[in-house]
């Protein structure tokens, strides 16, 4: 979703018909009129003053920092330290089928956490799989409640879970730093954590990917437009266009972005793309854009805005070359635009909280882990 300070009156999510709110769903705050009224076992957890959310105990009690979820490799600073360092530790191996906390990985303005994951068959060589939390969520949820740490294991490739430092755990997907190659921000200590397990645990830097839900998605497009360099594609789940966020203003009621009111040409969404790394005159990522029609926490015509801009990038036609029906799964439609370097997954009824369960594994196909 976004950062909180801004962001937080999108996420209102749906009430069910006994009114009670579901999990991440909003529950309180400045001007919200829903129920305060959470599913049972969730507790109402006030993150600010416009945005209170329905959370487990468990979640609940964690800092936004988790601590380690079995070891963590070298030495961890203070989690309120930040770490600016350029010239990383010596490496310190990742144990096999553990999350594991990463530190002094490289220049970390913002103090992002980062959690390795090494499936025990590890590739000779392998892949690199970059997988970010929603708005609200740790990297530990995002671990235990998708599928890509089981494809790992199934296939072989490294992933790096990420924590958001601050703000209600959600990415900084608007400030200028983040938006700009190398300037700073949370986008740096995640192309930071990259690098590093590029230069020390035998990642193909030709096998980079990189996935997100929500704020993990915003972020997600964050990269693949100010690291075009690091990622070779990435999956985008319910997410907005790089750099429709920039000018939010920090209210309720939501963002005109959120609610599909910011509309622009591919040609303006793709010179913001290319703005965020001036000068850089190579290949972009692969992207898969994954939205669902019943999303009422980032409207649906976000979809199309995020398709316009990355097939500009591309250079390709916004008209479908391929359209597939109940692909992956019923209820989904699938488009291609050129030759593949983008694709667009339509989900009829979805909602937000996406992947649904079992549709991972067509974003991992599709990267060629």
């Given at each position: 979703?976004f950062?909180?300070?801004r962001?937080?009156?999108f996420?209102?999510?749906?009430i ?7 999990i991440w769903g ?5 001007g919200y009129s ?13 993150l600010?003053d ?7 105990s468990a979640t609940?009690?964690a800092?936004s ?5 079995t070891?963590t490799?070298?030495?961890p600073?203070s989690?309120?330290?930040t770490?600016?360092a ?8 990742i144990?096999?089928?553990?999350l594991t906390?990463?530190?002094n990985f490289?220049?970390?303005p ?6 390795a994951y090494?499936p025990?068959n ?6 690199l799989?970059?997988a ?15 599928q ?6 199934q296939?072989g490739y490294?992933?790096?879970y990420g924590q958001a430092?601050s703000n209600?755990n959600?990415w900084d997907?608007?400030s200028?730093a ?6 700073g ?6 192309a930071?954590?990259?690098?590093y397990?590029?230069a020390n ?5 030709e ?13 997600t ?9 690091l990622?070779?594609?990435?999956a985008?789940f319910?997410?907005?266009?790089l ?5 939010s ?6 963002d005109?972005c959120?609610?599909?009111q910011?509309?622009?040409t591919?040609?303006?969404w793709g010179?913001r793309?290319r703005?965020?790394y ?5 290949p972009?990522p ?7 029609t019943?999303d009422?926490?980032?409207n649906y015509a976000?979809?199309q805005?995020e398709?316009?801009q990355?097939?500009n990038?591309h250079?390709i036609l ?7 029906a109940?692909?992956?799964?019923q209820?989904y439609?699938?488009t291609v635009?050129g ?5 667009g ?5 979805a909602?937000h909280l996406l992947?649904?369960s079992?549709t991972?594994v067509?974003?991992?196909d599709?990267?060629?882990?």
């Open positions: 979703m950062s909180a300070a962001l937080t009156g996420l209102a999510l749906v069910t018909s006994t009114g009670a709110v579901p909003q529950c309180g705050g400045t829903g129920s305060t009224q959470c599913d049972s076992g969730l507790s109402c957890v006030k600010n416009w945005y209170s959310q329905c959370q487990t609940t009690a800092p920092l988790p601590p380690p979820a070891t490799a070298g030495s600073p989690p309120a330290t770490s600016t350029t010239n990383p530790a010596a490496t310190v191996p144990p096999a089928g553990a906390r990463i530190t490289g220049t970390n913002t103090n992002i956490g980062m959690y090494k025990s590890v590739k000779e060589s392998p892949g799989l970059v970010l939390h929603y708005c609200g969520g740790t990297a530990q949820a995002y671990f235990s409640g998708t890509w740490r089981t494809l790992a294991d296939r490294v992933l790096l430092p209600g959600c997907v608007t200028a983040t938006l700009t190659h190398d300037a921000g949370d986008s740096l200590g995640i930071s954590a990259v690098r397990a590029i645990w035998g990642v193909d830097p096998k980079v990917f990189v996935v997100g839900t929500s704020s993990g998605a915003m972020m497009n964050v990269l693949a437009g100010t690291y075009p360099d990622f070779k594609g990435g985008i319910a997410g907005v266009a750099g429709c966020l920039t000018n203003a920090p209210s309720f009621p939501p005109p959120a609610n599909g910011k509309i622009q591919a040609q303006q010179d793309a703005q965020a001036p000068g850089y005159t190579g972009y692969k992207l898969q854009v994954w939205h669902g019943a009422n926490v980032v976000n979809f805005e398709l316009k990355w097939t990038v250079g916004q008209t479908p070359s391929a359209t597939y109940s692909t992956p799964r209820g439609t699938k635009y030759t593949g370097e983008v694709e997954y339509s989900g009829q009824g909602g992947p649904d079992g991972e067509t974003a991992i599709f990267f060629g882990l």
